[in-house]
């Protein structure tokens, strides 16, 4: 059964930093573009980055960009996002997903697998 196994979520002030980790298990990991998505109370489960397989290439949302930054390592099947600078309105459940597609730009109509999702909470 495939597995996508989030870490790292927690509770942090405004402004600290956290780092998601994401490891997969039982499919071909370096194969697939991944990424993470999150979820807030309330509102619609929205695509945060995305890594492609071979070129790592990325994508970010606009709100995180400046301040979140992905990457993986195939040896490890592991992502991560290290995110900086939290701000209130990054508070969210945070799901780590694998495409069904090398690169990136299908968002969740493209993915394959998901992770059981991680919370994080930004609050003073």
């Known amino acids: 059964q495939v597995q996508l196994v989030e870490s790292g979520g927690g509770s942090v002030q405004p402004g600290g930093s956290l780092r998601l980790s994401c490891t997969g298990s039982r499919f071909t990991f370096d194969h697939w573009a991944i990424g993470w998505f999150r979820q807030a109370p309330g509102k619609e489960r929205e695509e945060v980055s995305c890594?492609?397989?071979?070129?790592?290439?990325?994508y970010y949302i606009d709100s995180v960009k400046g301040r979140f930054t992905i990457s993986r390592d195939n040896p490890k099947n592991t992502m991560y996002l290290q995110m900086n600078s939290l701000k209130p309105e990054d508070t969210a459940v945070y799901y780590c997903?694998?495409?069904?597609?090398?690169?990136?730009?299908?968002?969740?109509?493209?993915?394959?697998?998901w992770g059981q999702g991680i919370q994080v909470t930004v609050s003073s």
């Open positions: 890594i492609s397989s071979r070129d790592r290439n990325t």
């Open positions: 997903a694998a495409y069904r597609e090398r690169v990136c730009g299908s968002a969740a109509a493209g993915v394959r697998y």
